[in-house]
């Protein structure tokens, strides 16, 4: 395994740059969508269960089904991969999101407005503190996810570490399967720890 | 002039048969302590709550300080109104000196001042600043978070005050000595407080007057000595007879 990654450290290294890239930027486009969903679902509580609704669905479509069922629309890589991984973690994100906010002590809401702060203080000043854990929660939970569910992406020529497990399954390289399994569970574990010294920096 | 007009206000939940409030009319003067009386349901605290727009009113119009509040923006309302409730609602994130800020800060009161009137703010409810100004609410007994409480609301000197059951989650002995307290601050600062209230000891015990509350409907709104005297009906009788034995009772005359 060492010796194929000094023999040809390009073969890991780049496919490791472009699932960092990809999640990266699924990540930072997921987020500014699901804050705005979420944030129309909490200012109008009806939209909440159309949100729910919708994207329940997309989230059970299996991964290769929704990728090759997007590559009509937008051709294959990264870039439907992106849209793709983006609609799951709208399902994780403003589920945990609008859950976190709305289960934050009623009476502490109350006094809030009580004295005086509108829909945003009482959002940012209240509720979105109080609801820090569950909103991290949603957030690691996408990125493993996203983490995973891109390695799928590598079938649709968006690249990324899944090239490896793909390429090495169908070549039977084991180095490539070892590399591939042991850096895509390593950036999950690494971003993870990453999430949770943000959070507590928070 | 009159710090809080009722004027023929109803309140109807959707889906309900009957009214919340039910044309309630009444006059509450400046400076004066009025207590709401009544059982649970009885309207009481929608009435209260529709005075700083934590309610819409139905019908009818309320005036705070001279002025209908259906004309002024809900939030600026509450601003300039004190609420105190049941809950105490304290935010576990921040300090007891945060948590008053917090207020200050709606106000736009110039920061560097912050301290002295968190501190006055704090000496006024009989809590030692140097002790409590950076401790977490958690940290404090209930009685202690009350008294932040009440500090919060009295944050920006709101002409009036809106007290929903504030002692309602207190233990009776630190409950008897907080009214006594709060009848104190508010014979110190001539404030007009509203306060809501199940217990007829209480009502009578800190109102110049008692609204007596059943079904929606006022029924009578006096001082303690004329509901007592002269109850306007058998249910405001019954109400005080109920009461008899009471302590309390004796102790105000």
Known sequence: MWEYLQRRPEKILVPLIEHIELVVITLVISLVIASFLSLLALRFPKLQAVFDRLFTIIYSIPSLALFVLMIPVTGLGQTTAIIVLTLYNQYLLIKNFTTGINEVDPSIVEAAKGIGMDFFQILTKVQIPLAKRSLFAGIRLAVVSTIGIGTIAASINAGGLGTLLFDGLRTMNLNKIYWGVLLSAGLAIVMNGLLKVVENKC | ?253
Do not use: W
């Open chain 2, 1 to 253: 002039m009159d710090a809080i007009v009722y004027n023929n206000v109803c309140k109807k939940y959707k889906n309900a048969k009957a009214y919340a409030v039910d044309h309630v009319n009444a006059n509450i003067h400046e400076g004066e302590f009025v207590t709401i009386l009544g059982a649970s349901g009885c309207g009481k605290t929608t009435l209260l709550k529709m005075t700083n727009r934590l309610i819409e009113s139905d019908e009818g119009t309320i005036t705070v300080s001279g002025k209908e509040i259906k004309s002024l923006d809900p939030v600026e309302l509450r601003r300039h109104v004190g609420y105190v409730i049941q809950q105490i609602g304290l935010f576990p994130h921040m300090t007891i000196a945060q948590n008053i800020e917090v207020r200050l800060e709606l106000l736009h009161v110039d920061k560097k001042n912050y301290k002295e009137i968190v501190d006055g703010l704090l000496r006024k409810v009989a809590l030692n600043p140097d002790d409590f100004r950076d401790r977490y609410p958690s940290q404090l007994s209930g009685g202690q978070q009350q008294r932040v409480g009440l500090a919060r609301a009295l944050a920006g000197n709101p002409k009036v005050m809106l007290l929903d059951e504030p002692f309602g989650a207190i233990d009776a002995i630190t409950r008897r000595s907080m009214q006594k307290e709060l009848k104190r601050l508010h014979e110190e600062n001539k404030r007009t407080f509203l306060l809501v209230t199940h217990d007829i000891d209480e009502a009578f015990l800190l109102g110049d007057r008692v609204m007596v509350m059943n079904e929606g409907h006022l029924l009578q709104f006096d001082t303690p000595e004329t509901i007592i005297d002269h109850p306007a009906d058998e249910f405001v009788k019954t109400l005080v007879e109920s009461s008899r034995e009471s302590s309390y009772f004796y102790m105000r005359g």
